[in-house]
């Protein structure tokens, strides 16, 4: 399996708090994502970055915001949590770009926005 | 617009028949296409692309893809159907061609009887 380790797997909040979700990779790789799941949705892309510091929107990027200070750390904050957040997080790596390399998921991280 | 769309939210096989999963696409010139698979409560996990060349793609697990461009399909095929195949399976395609976007279909229930 990948090195891709989210934390933290399970949190429960409250409407209006921040919330910072952390990917980890040990892979090397240059690209990350972010995705939420959803039933009746599949996977949905929120951001992503394609090196250090440099990160662009998906599309479902509002009321999320990334940074990646380092190859290995990929972030995810909900700057103010709603219910609408409630869903389940994965990060994925990729060593190439999306269209031609496999992306590699990790266990992901459920939300619940009480 | 590049899409993918899985028609069937479910699909039951018996053990040792084959099985079929379906996804359409929709993009403008050539596509790239992929199958992941994602067990209960774990991240996705790829299965096969197809990027040019033969249109039967050979994956994981047994598995293969179809693609037919006349038809703008790429259905997953198993010629003989395992319990452990139950999954979630998911179709995806990269937004405006090879790039880090990688977009999901809503996804198909595999579910395989003893």
């Known amino acids: 399996d990948a090195g891709i380790t989210q934390s933290p797997r399970h949190k429960v909040t409250e409407t209006g708090t921040p919330v910072t979700l952390r990917c980890h990779q040990t892979e090397n790789h240059r690209y990350m994502y972010w995705y939420r799941q959803d039933p009746g949705h599949g996977l949905r892309l929120i951001h992503y970055s394609y090196g250090v510091k440099d990160t662009d929107k998906g599309e479902v990027s509002d009321g999320y915001s990334v940074s990646r200070s380092k190859t290995e750390d990929f972030l995810l904050t909900l700057e103010s949590a709603t219910s609408s957040q409630t869903s389940v997080y994965f990060c994925?790596?990729?060593?190439?770009?999306?269209?031609?390399?496999?992306?590699?998921f990790g266990e992901g991280s459920r939300l619940t926005v009480l | 617009a590049q899409s993918v769309a899985q028609p069937e939210d479910q699909v039951n096989v018996a053990e040792g028949n084959p099985l079929t999963v379906k996804c359409t696409y929709s993009v403008s010139g050539n596509p790239y296409l992929f199958w992941y698979v994602q067990y209960p409560n774990r991240g996705l996990q790829f299965l096969l692309k197809y990027i040019t060349g033969d249109n039967l793609v050979k994956g994981s697990y047994g598995f293969e893809a179809e693609f037919n461009k006349s038809q703008t399909s790429f259905h997953l095929k198993k010629p003989s159907a395992l319990v452990s195949d139950s999954a979630l399976y998911f179709c995806?395609?990269?937004?405006?061609?090879?790039?880090?976007?990688?977009?999901f279909g809503t996804g198909t229930l595999l579910a395989v009887q003893p």
């Open positions: 995806a395609l990269p937004k405006g061609g090879a790039t880090n976007k990688l977009i």
């Open positions: 994925a790596i990729s060593e190439r770009a999306g269209g031609i390399g496999e992306l590699f």
